[in-house]
């Protein structure tokens, strides 16, 4: 690296563009190996890299690959006006149609996603958990732990009881879910016998549903969640409606005529048989 470099990059100037280098635009557009000339736009524009060293940047017009450039570098050494090419890419421009970053799985993890014989294995520093042996703030846990001598490896820490709490708010238990909004306005959880309360700090704001009915039976639901199943709901009651006994009318019999079906024996053909009835 040359002195000028190091003092341009030092004080944060850009380095200045080496002209012989950026008319070199011929010779930076043949270079791109490989590629059908026809898939090599028109010129964009032209970077200074260093001293004497810039990178020609052409669009690119090979299908699938809207967005991209061609990226040639070139150089010349000091005192030469011979110019060189460096390397060339395909590297994507701004609006480049381009696949999205990755992201490690244990980062694309969402709730739900773990199927029937599926481990997820937790980290040894997960920020969710803290060791059994420290104090977790919250009393009923503190208490576990005392009176079993040590109780679990790991609790919940503050953060994780915080970050269960806002995403069962904010869930389909919480008091914005549909069944709650339309759910009568007295009918919260917090006034239904069937509303269990959760130990700990938990238990000011979260509860598990007892009804068999509800349909967020056995589920943690938030005291301000509601639905039609409240224990406390009064229904108008219904008039009863005495019902009257069947009455038949059989004053009057009406004889009809049923006539034989195929193949039954004639009358004329033999006599009657005796039943012994007089």
Not at 50 to 70: A, D, I, S
Not at 97 to 110: E, G
Not at 175 to 204: D, E, V
């Amino acid at each position: 690296m040359t002195t000028s470099v190091r003092a341009a990059r030092g004080t944060g100037r850009a380095p200045k563009l080496d002209q012989v280098c950026a008319d070199a635009v011929g010779l930076a557009r043949g270079s791109v190996d490989g590629v059908d000339p026809d898939h090599i736009g028109e010129h964009l524009d032209v970077v200074a890299e260093g001293e004497r060293v810039v990178t020609h940047l052409f669009e690119c017009l090979q299908p699938g690959y809207r967005g991209w450039r061609w990226a040639v570098t070139v150089a010349r050494i000091p005192r030469s006006r011979h110019v060189t090419v460096c390397e060339s890419a395909l590297i994507p421009g701004p609006d480049a149609l381009a696949a999205p970053p990755w992201v490690p799985w244990q980062d694309r993890l969402q709730p739900g996603d773990l199927g029937v014989g599926d481990i997820l294995p937790t980290a040894p520093d997960d920020d969710r958990l803290m060791p059994g042996y420290v104090q977790s703030d919250d009393p009923a846990v503190d208490e576990v732990a005392w009176e079993l001598g040590l109780g679990r490896p790991r609790v919940l820490s503050r953060q994780g009881r915080a970050d269960a709490a806002e995403r069962w708010y904010e869930g389909d238990n919480g008091p914005a879910s549909a069944i709650s909004a339309a759910a009568p306005a007295t009918a919260r959880c917090g006034g239904c016998g069937f509303y269990l309360q959760l130990a700990g700090a938990m238990r000011q704001v979260f509860g598990v549903c007892a009804n068999a009915y509800a349909p967020d039976d056995g589920r943690v639901v938030s005291v301000d969640h509601g639905c039609g199943a409240h224990s406390e709901i009064l229904v108008e009651p219904v008039a009863v409606v005495t019902e009257l006994p069947t009455v038949y009318d059989d004053s009057e019999v009406d004889q009809v005529t049923v006539p034989k079906p195929a193949g039954s024996v004639d009358d004329g053909e033999e006599p009657a048989e005796s039943y012994g009835h007089g």
